[in-house]
């Protein structure tokens, strides 16, 4: 059923309540664009609320909204069968383009991830970001799956200037650490989406317990963004099959980066100190 999804749509069409046969109409229309949208955002867009959205996928035999994109970008590969570029999910690549050409090709999704997280990045919620940081007792960085791989890079790049900064990629012992945090801590989490089931339950936690949270995401109004005291959004957008696609992660890369030179400065004997202690300790293992 996921490769035809529309045929499909189109048939129980007659079935569907008035404000379902919107939701229909709206992704009729918008087929390609509501794969990358959160669940908020079609809602807004479509002028449905989030309850019909859940109704009109289970009607269509879809376990959730995630797997009502994923049912649409596959008939919409399909109807791109032998093609690239934004409606395949890959970056655009002719038939004769050779090895090179595509990477020019990625590089340019690279740059253009870059481009729009900078063009997102604003200058009050980055300052919060950095003063959250600099005056933690702890910053717990926490992610699942992609996200989880962007937190350790957060903790290891800030391990050179900070013994502050905790990596732990279990979900479980996640909760455990958000439990026992005070509001001298801070929740980093990294979440495309923001909206899967261990980010909402971790931020949960930590608002009931007065922790700080930083959320590095790509969508602005979706349920851990409305949890967050601090947001900065990722540019690209991301369709289902591209999940954890390298593009995505080059606009929190840099987000990263930033947050670390900003927190430099904001500590520059301390930041200098640790870096040069760590770089004789690393140079005893050189050849």
């Given at each position: 059923?996921a490769?035809s999804f529309?045929d499909?749509?189109?048939?129980?069409?007659n079935t569907?309540?008035r404000s379902?046969?919107?939701l229909?109409g709206?992704?009729f229309?918008?087929?390609?664009?509501v794969?990358?949208l959160s669940?908020?955002?079609?809602?807004?867009?479509?002028?449905v609320?989030?309850?019909t959205?859940?109704r009109f996928c289970?009607?269509?035999?879809?376990?959730g909204?995630?797997n009502l994109?994923?049912?649409?970008a596959?008939?919409?590969?399909a109807?791109?069968s032998?093609?690239?570029?934004?409606?395949?999910g890959?970056?655009s690549v002719e038939?004769?383009?050779d090895?090179s050409a595509v990477?020019r090709?990625?590089?340019d999704?690279?740059?253009?991830s870059l481009?729009?997280?900078m063009?997102?990045l604003?200058p009050?919620?980055?300052?919060r970001?950095?003063t959250?940081?600099s005056g933690?007792k702890?910053v717990?960085?926490f992610?699942?799956g992609a996200?989880?791989?962007?937190a350790?890079?957060?903790?290891a790049?800030?391990?050179?200037v900070?013994q502050?900064?905790v990596?732990?990629?279990?979900s479980?012992?996640q909760m455990?650490?958000?439990?026992?945090a005070?509001p001298?801590?801070?929740?980093?989490f990294f979440?495309?989406?923001?909206?899967?089931?261990?980010?909402?339950?971790?931020?949960?936690l930590?608002?009931e317990r007065?922790?700080?949270?930083?959320?590095v995401?790509?969508?602005?109004n979706?349920?851990?963004?409305?949890l967050?005291?601090?947001?900065?959004?990722?540019?690209?957008?991301?369709?289902?099959?591209q999940?954890?696609?390298?593009a995505?992660?080059m606009?929190q890369?840099?987000?990263i980066?930033?947050l670390f030179?900003?927190?430099?400065?904001?500590n520059?004997?301390?930041?200098?100190a640790?870096r040069v202690?760590v770089s004789?300790a690393?140079?005893r293992?050189?050849?």
């Amino acid at each position: 059923m996921a490769e035809s999804f529309l045929d499909s749509l189109t048939e129980r069409y007659n079935t569907l309540t008035r404000s379902e046969k919107k939701l229909a109409g709206h992704i009729f229309a918008n087929a390609t664009k509501v794969q990358y949208l959160s669940i908020n955002s079609l809602a807004e867009d479509s002028g449905v609320s989030q309850a019909t959205i859940t109704r009109f996928c289970r009607k269509m035999g879809l376990s959730g909204y995630h797997n009502l994109k994923i049912a649409l970008a596959k008939s919409d590969r399909a109807a791109h069968s032998g093609t690239t570029g934004p409606e395949s999910g890959l970056p655009s690549v002719e038939e004769e383009d050779d090895l090179s050409a595509v990477c020019r090709r990625l590089c340019d999704s690279y740059q253009s991830s870059l481009r729009e997280t900078m063009e997102q990045l604003q200058p009050d919620s980055f300052h919060r970001a950095v003063t959250l940081l600099s005056g933690a007792k702890h910053v717990y960085c926490f992610g699942q799956g992609a996200g989880m791989v962007m937190a350790l890079e957060t903790a290891a790049l800030f391990s050179m200037v900070s013994q502050s900064f905790v990596h732990i990629s279990d979900s479980h012992l996640q909760m455990v650490h958000t439990a026992l945090a005070t509001p001298e801590d801070v929740i980093l989490f990294f979440s495309y989406s923001g909206s899967t089931k261990e980010v909402q339950e971790i931020l949960n936690l930590a608002k009931e317990r007065g922790v700080p949270i930083l959320l590095v995401t790509h969508f602005r109004n979706s349920p851990a963004a409305r949890l967050a005291d601090t947001v900065l959004l990722c540019g690209y957008d991301e369709n289902p099959i591209q999940s954890g696609s390298v593009a995505a992660k080059m606009g929190q890369l840099l987000l990263i980066d930033c947050l670390f030179h900003a927190y430099c400065s904001q500590n520059p004997e301390q930041s200098l100190a640790m870096r040069v202690a760590v770089s004789e300790a690393v140079s005893r293992k050189l050849l």
